[in-house]
């Protein structure tokens, strides 16, 4: 009933008794009643391991059913159903959403993984995906049709989750971000209608669902850019490690390094097999050409690494190597922020105190990772056209402690949020800013939403009023809007 309350309330109907018709179902069967509105591969279940989760950590709470869907008309079915017997919904497809949220007993998780098509056009200048495809579906897709699609570094993110809150991959040096390469979307709206949502219809929600879609509907399926293959898809790709006493160097080499549209580098602290500290860098060439590659990455093979397993690999395996850290389960709390340049000495200070860390929580897989790109494709597109708000950061700065032990919970939080103020306070902005889909979920909108936010916040109001799709850093609807 809360549904219609908060519907009647906008209309200035506040004391009013509910017809008993609009009453929830009680004791009557949901998982029956629903399931008879679903196609006939669709299934309705309470077993919550239909919708498994990444991380374990502040997993969304008080879920009981999970809707399988099959067929687009089961997300509008489920979306409408919900709406009329005052349940809560959210849309998952790989599960990697780590933002917490709690709930009643009885509300649905609508699994997007049967919604699993990736087709590339006969033009091969489009891939149309599913809203349940991960990327490694993409991947094989576009390389069995020689072309590119945008993708980020894991196989088992959902590729248009991924997309709808900014989308940061090894491709966005030459084509943008991920939301950039949205054509158009299908897309279930909060009143459970589905409409088609490009640049010809109803431009004003493109633009909001490219960085910050999950506030908006549920998004079934999309249509992205595909973009010729280049070197008959061979990459170059892999580790250069260095010993830890080479950071001073190795931050200078990185904040002064040229980096071309066919360079990525992402970089992360570890611990060798002996409990050493090291500096792991992993690099990406976007052709294959070993000799072009060394000579862009001179300024870090100047260091000296002390291994290298750099090789020249296929586009459609260019993710698998990461496939272990696909394990859905464990606890998995991410905190991240953005940086204009790099700081030594805060960089040497989150150095020693993660090798504190390790050796104090036992905890050795803790990813600490730095993501370097060359931005000029991605300030070229601009925001004019999408919502997501930082393409002037140069630096995705994330780290991610991976544990099992939730008793570990409050040690772990400490040193996350030690690290990231460190961060925070070399940052080299004056106004904090997160990419959204780094992010720890306590962060305030403006750090996640940038200068889009108010736009964003009058689009809410026409497109979501009663706030249906509040789960992922919800925007506020405009006071005049209620």
């Not at 009981?64 to 709406?83: G, I």
């Not at 959210?90 to 990697?96: I, K, L, R």
Request: charged share 20%.
């Amino acid at each position: 009933m809360v549904f219609y309350q908060k519907l009647l309330s906008l209309f200035g109907v506040t004391n009013l008794s509910i017809p008993p018709s609009w009453n929830t179902h009680g004791s009557t069967n949901i998982t029956q009643d629903l399931l008879a509105k679903l196609s006939p591969n669709a299934s309705v279940t309470t077993d919550l391991s239909f919708a498994p989760r990444w991380s374990d950590y502040h997993s969304p709470r008080g879920s009981k059913y999970v809707v399988l869907v099959a067929e687009e008309q089961d997300v509008v079915e489920t979306v409408k159903f919900a709406n009329e017997n005052d349940l809560n919904f959210f849309a998952q497809a790989g599960g990697h959403g780590w933002t917490s949220f709690d709930w009643g007993k009885n509300d649905i998780i609508i699994n997007l993984r049967g919604l699993n098509q990736a087709v590339v056009n006969e033009a091969k200048d489009e891939i149309l995906l599913g809203g349940g495809t991960l990327q490694g579906e993409a991947l094989a897709e576009a390389a069995a049709n020689d072309v590119f699609v945008v993708a980020g570094g894991f196989n088992c993110v959902s590729a248009l989750g991924v997309a709808l809150g900014g989308g940061l991959g090894r491709w966005i040096n030459r084509y943008g971000i991920h939301a950039d390469n949205i054509i158009k979307v299908n897309l279930v709206t909060a009143e459970g209608e589905l409409i088609e949502v490009s640049e010809n219809s109803h431009p004003d929600l493109l633009w909001a669902i490219r960085g910050a879609g999950p506030n908006f509907g549920i998004v079934t399926s999309a249509t992205m850019q595909a973009h010729p293959i280049l070197n008959k898809g061979q990459l170059w790709e892999g580790e250069l490690t260095f010993a830890a006493d080479k950071l001073e160097k190795y931050i200078e080499a990185i904040n002064t390094m040229n980096y071309t549209e066919d360079m990525t580098n992402h970089w992360r602290f570890a611990l060798n097999e002996h409990g050493t500290p090291v500096i792991v860098a992993n690099v990406f060439f976007m052709s294959g050409d070993v000799e072009a590659a060394r000579a862009g990455f001179k300024i870090l093979y100047d260091l000296e690494p002390i291994a290298d397993t750099t090789e020249v690999k296929q586009y459609a395996h260019i993710n698998d190597g990461r496939d272990a850290l696909c394990a859905h389960g464990g606890r998995k709390p991410a905190w991240s922020v953005g940086l204009k340049s790099l700081d030594y000495p805060s960089f040497k200070t989150i150095l020693d105190e993660f090798v504190k860390f390790v050796a104090d929580t036992g905890i050795m897989t803790t990813i600490m990772q730095i993501e370097c790109y060359h931005n000029d494709a991605m300030r070229r597109i601009g925001s004019e056209g999408a919502s997501y708000p930082f393409r002037d950061i140069n630096f995705y700065a994330l780290i991610i402690p991976v544990y099992d032990d939730a008793s570990l919970d409050p040690v772990v939080e400490t040193f996350g949020s030690r690290v990231n103020d460190l961060w925070k306070r070399s940052s080299g902005y004056e106004k904090q800013r997160t990419y959204i889909n780094f992010a720890h979920g306590d962060e305030p909108l403006e750090q996640v939403y940038g200068d889009s936010l108010c736009r964003l916040s009058q689009l809410k109001g026409k497109w979501d009023p009663l706030g249906r799709f509040n789960q992922w850093f919800p925007i506020p609807v405009p006071v005049n809007e209620l």
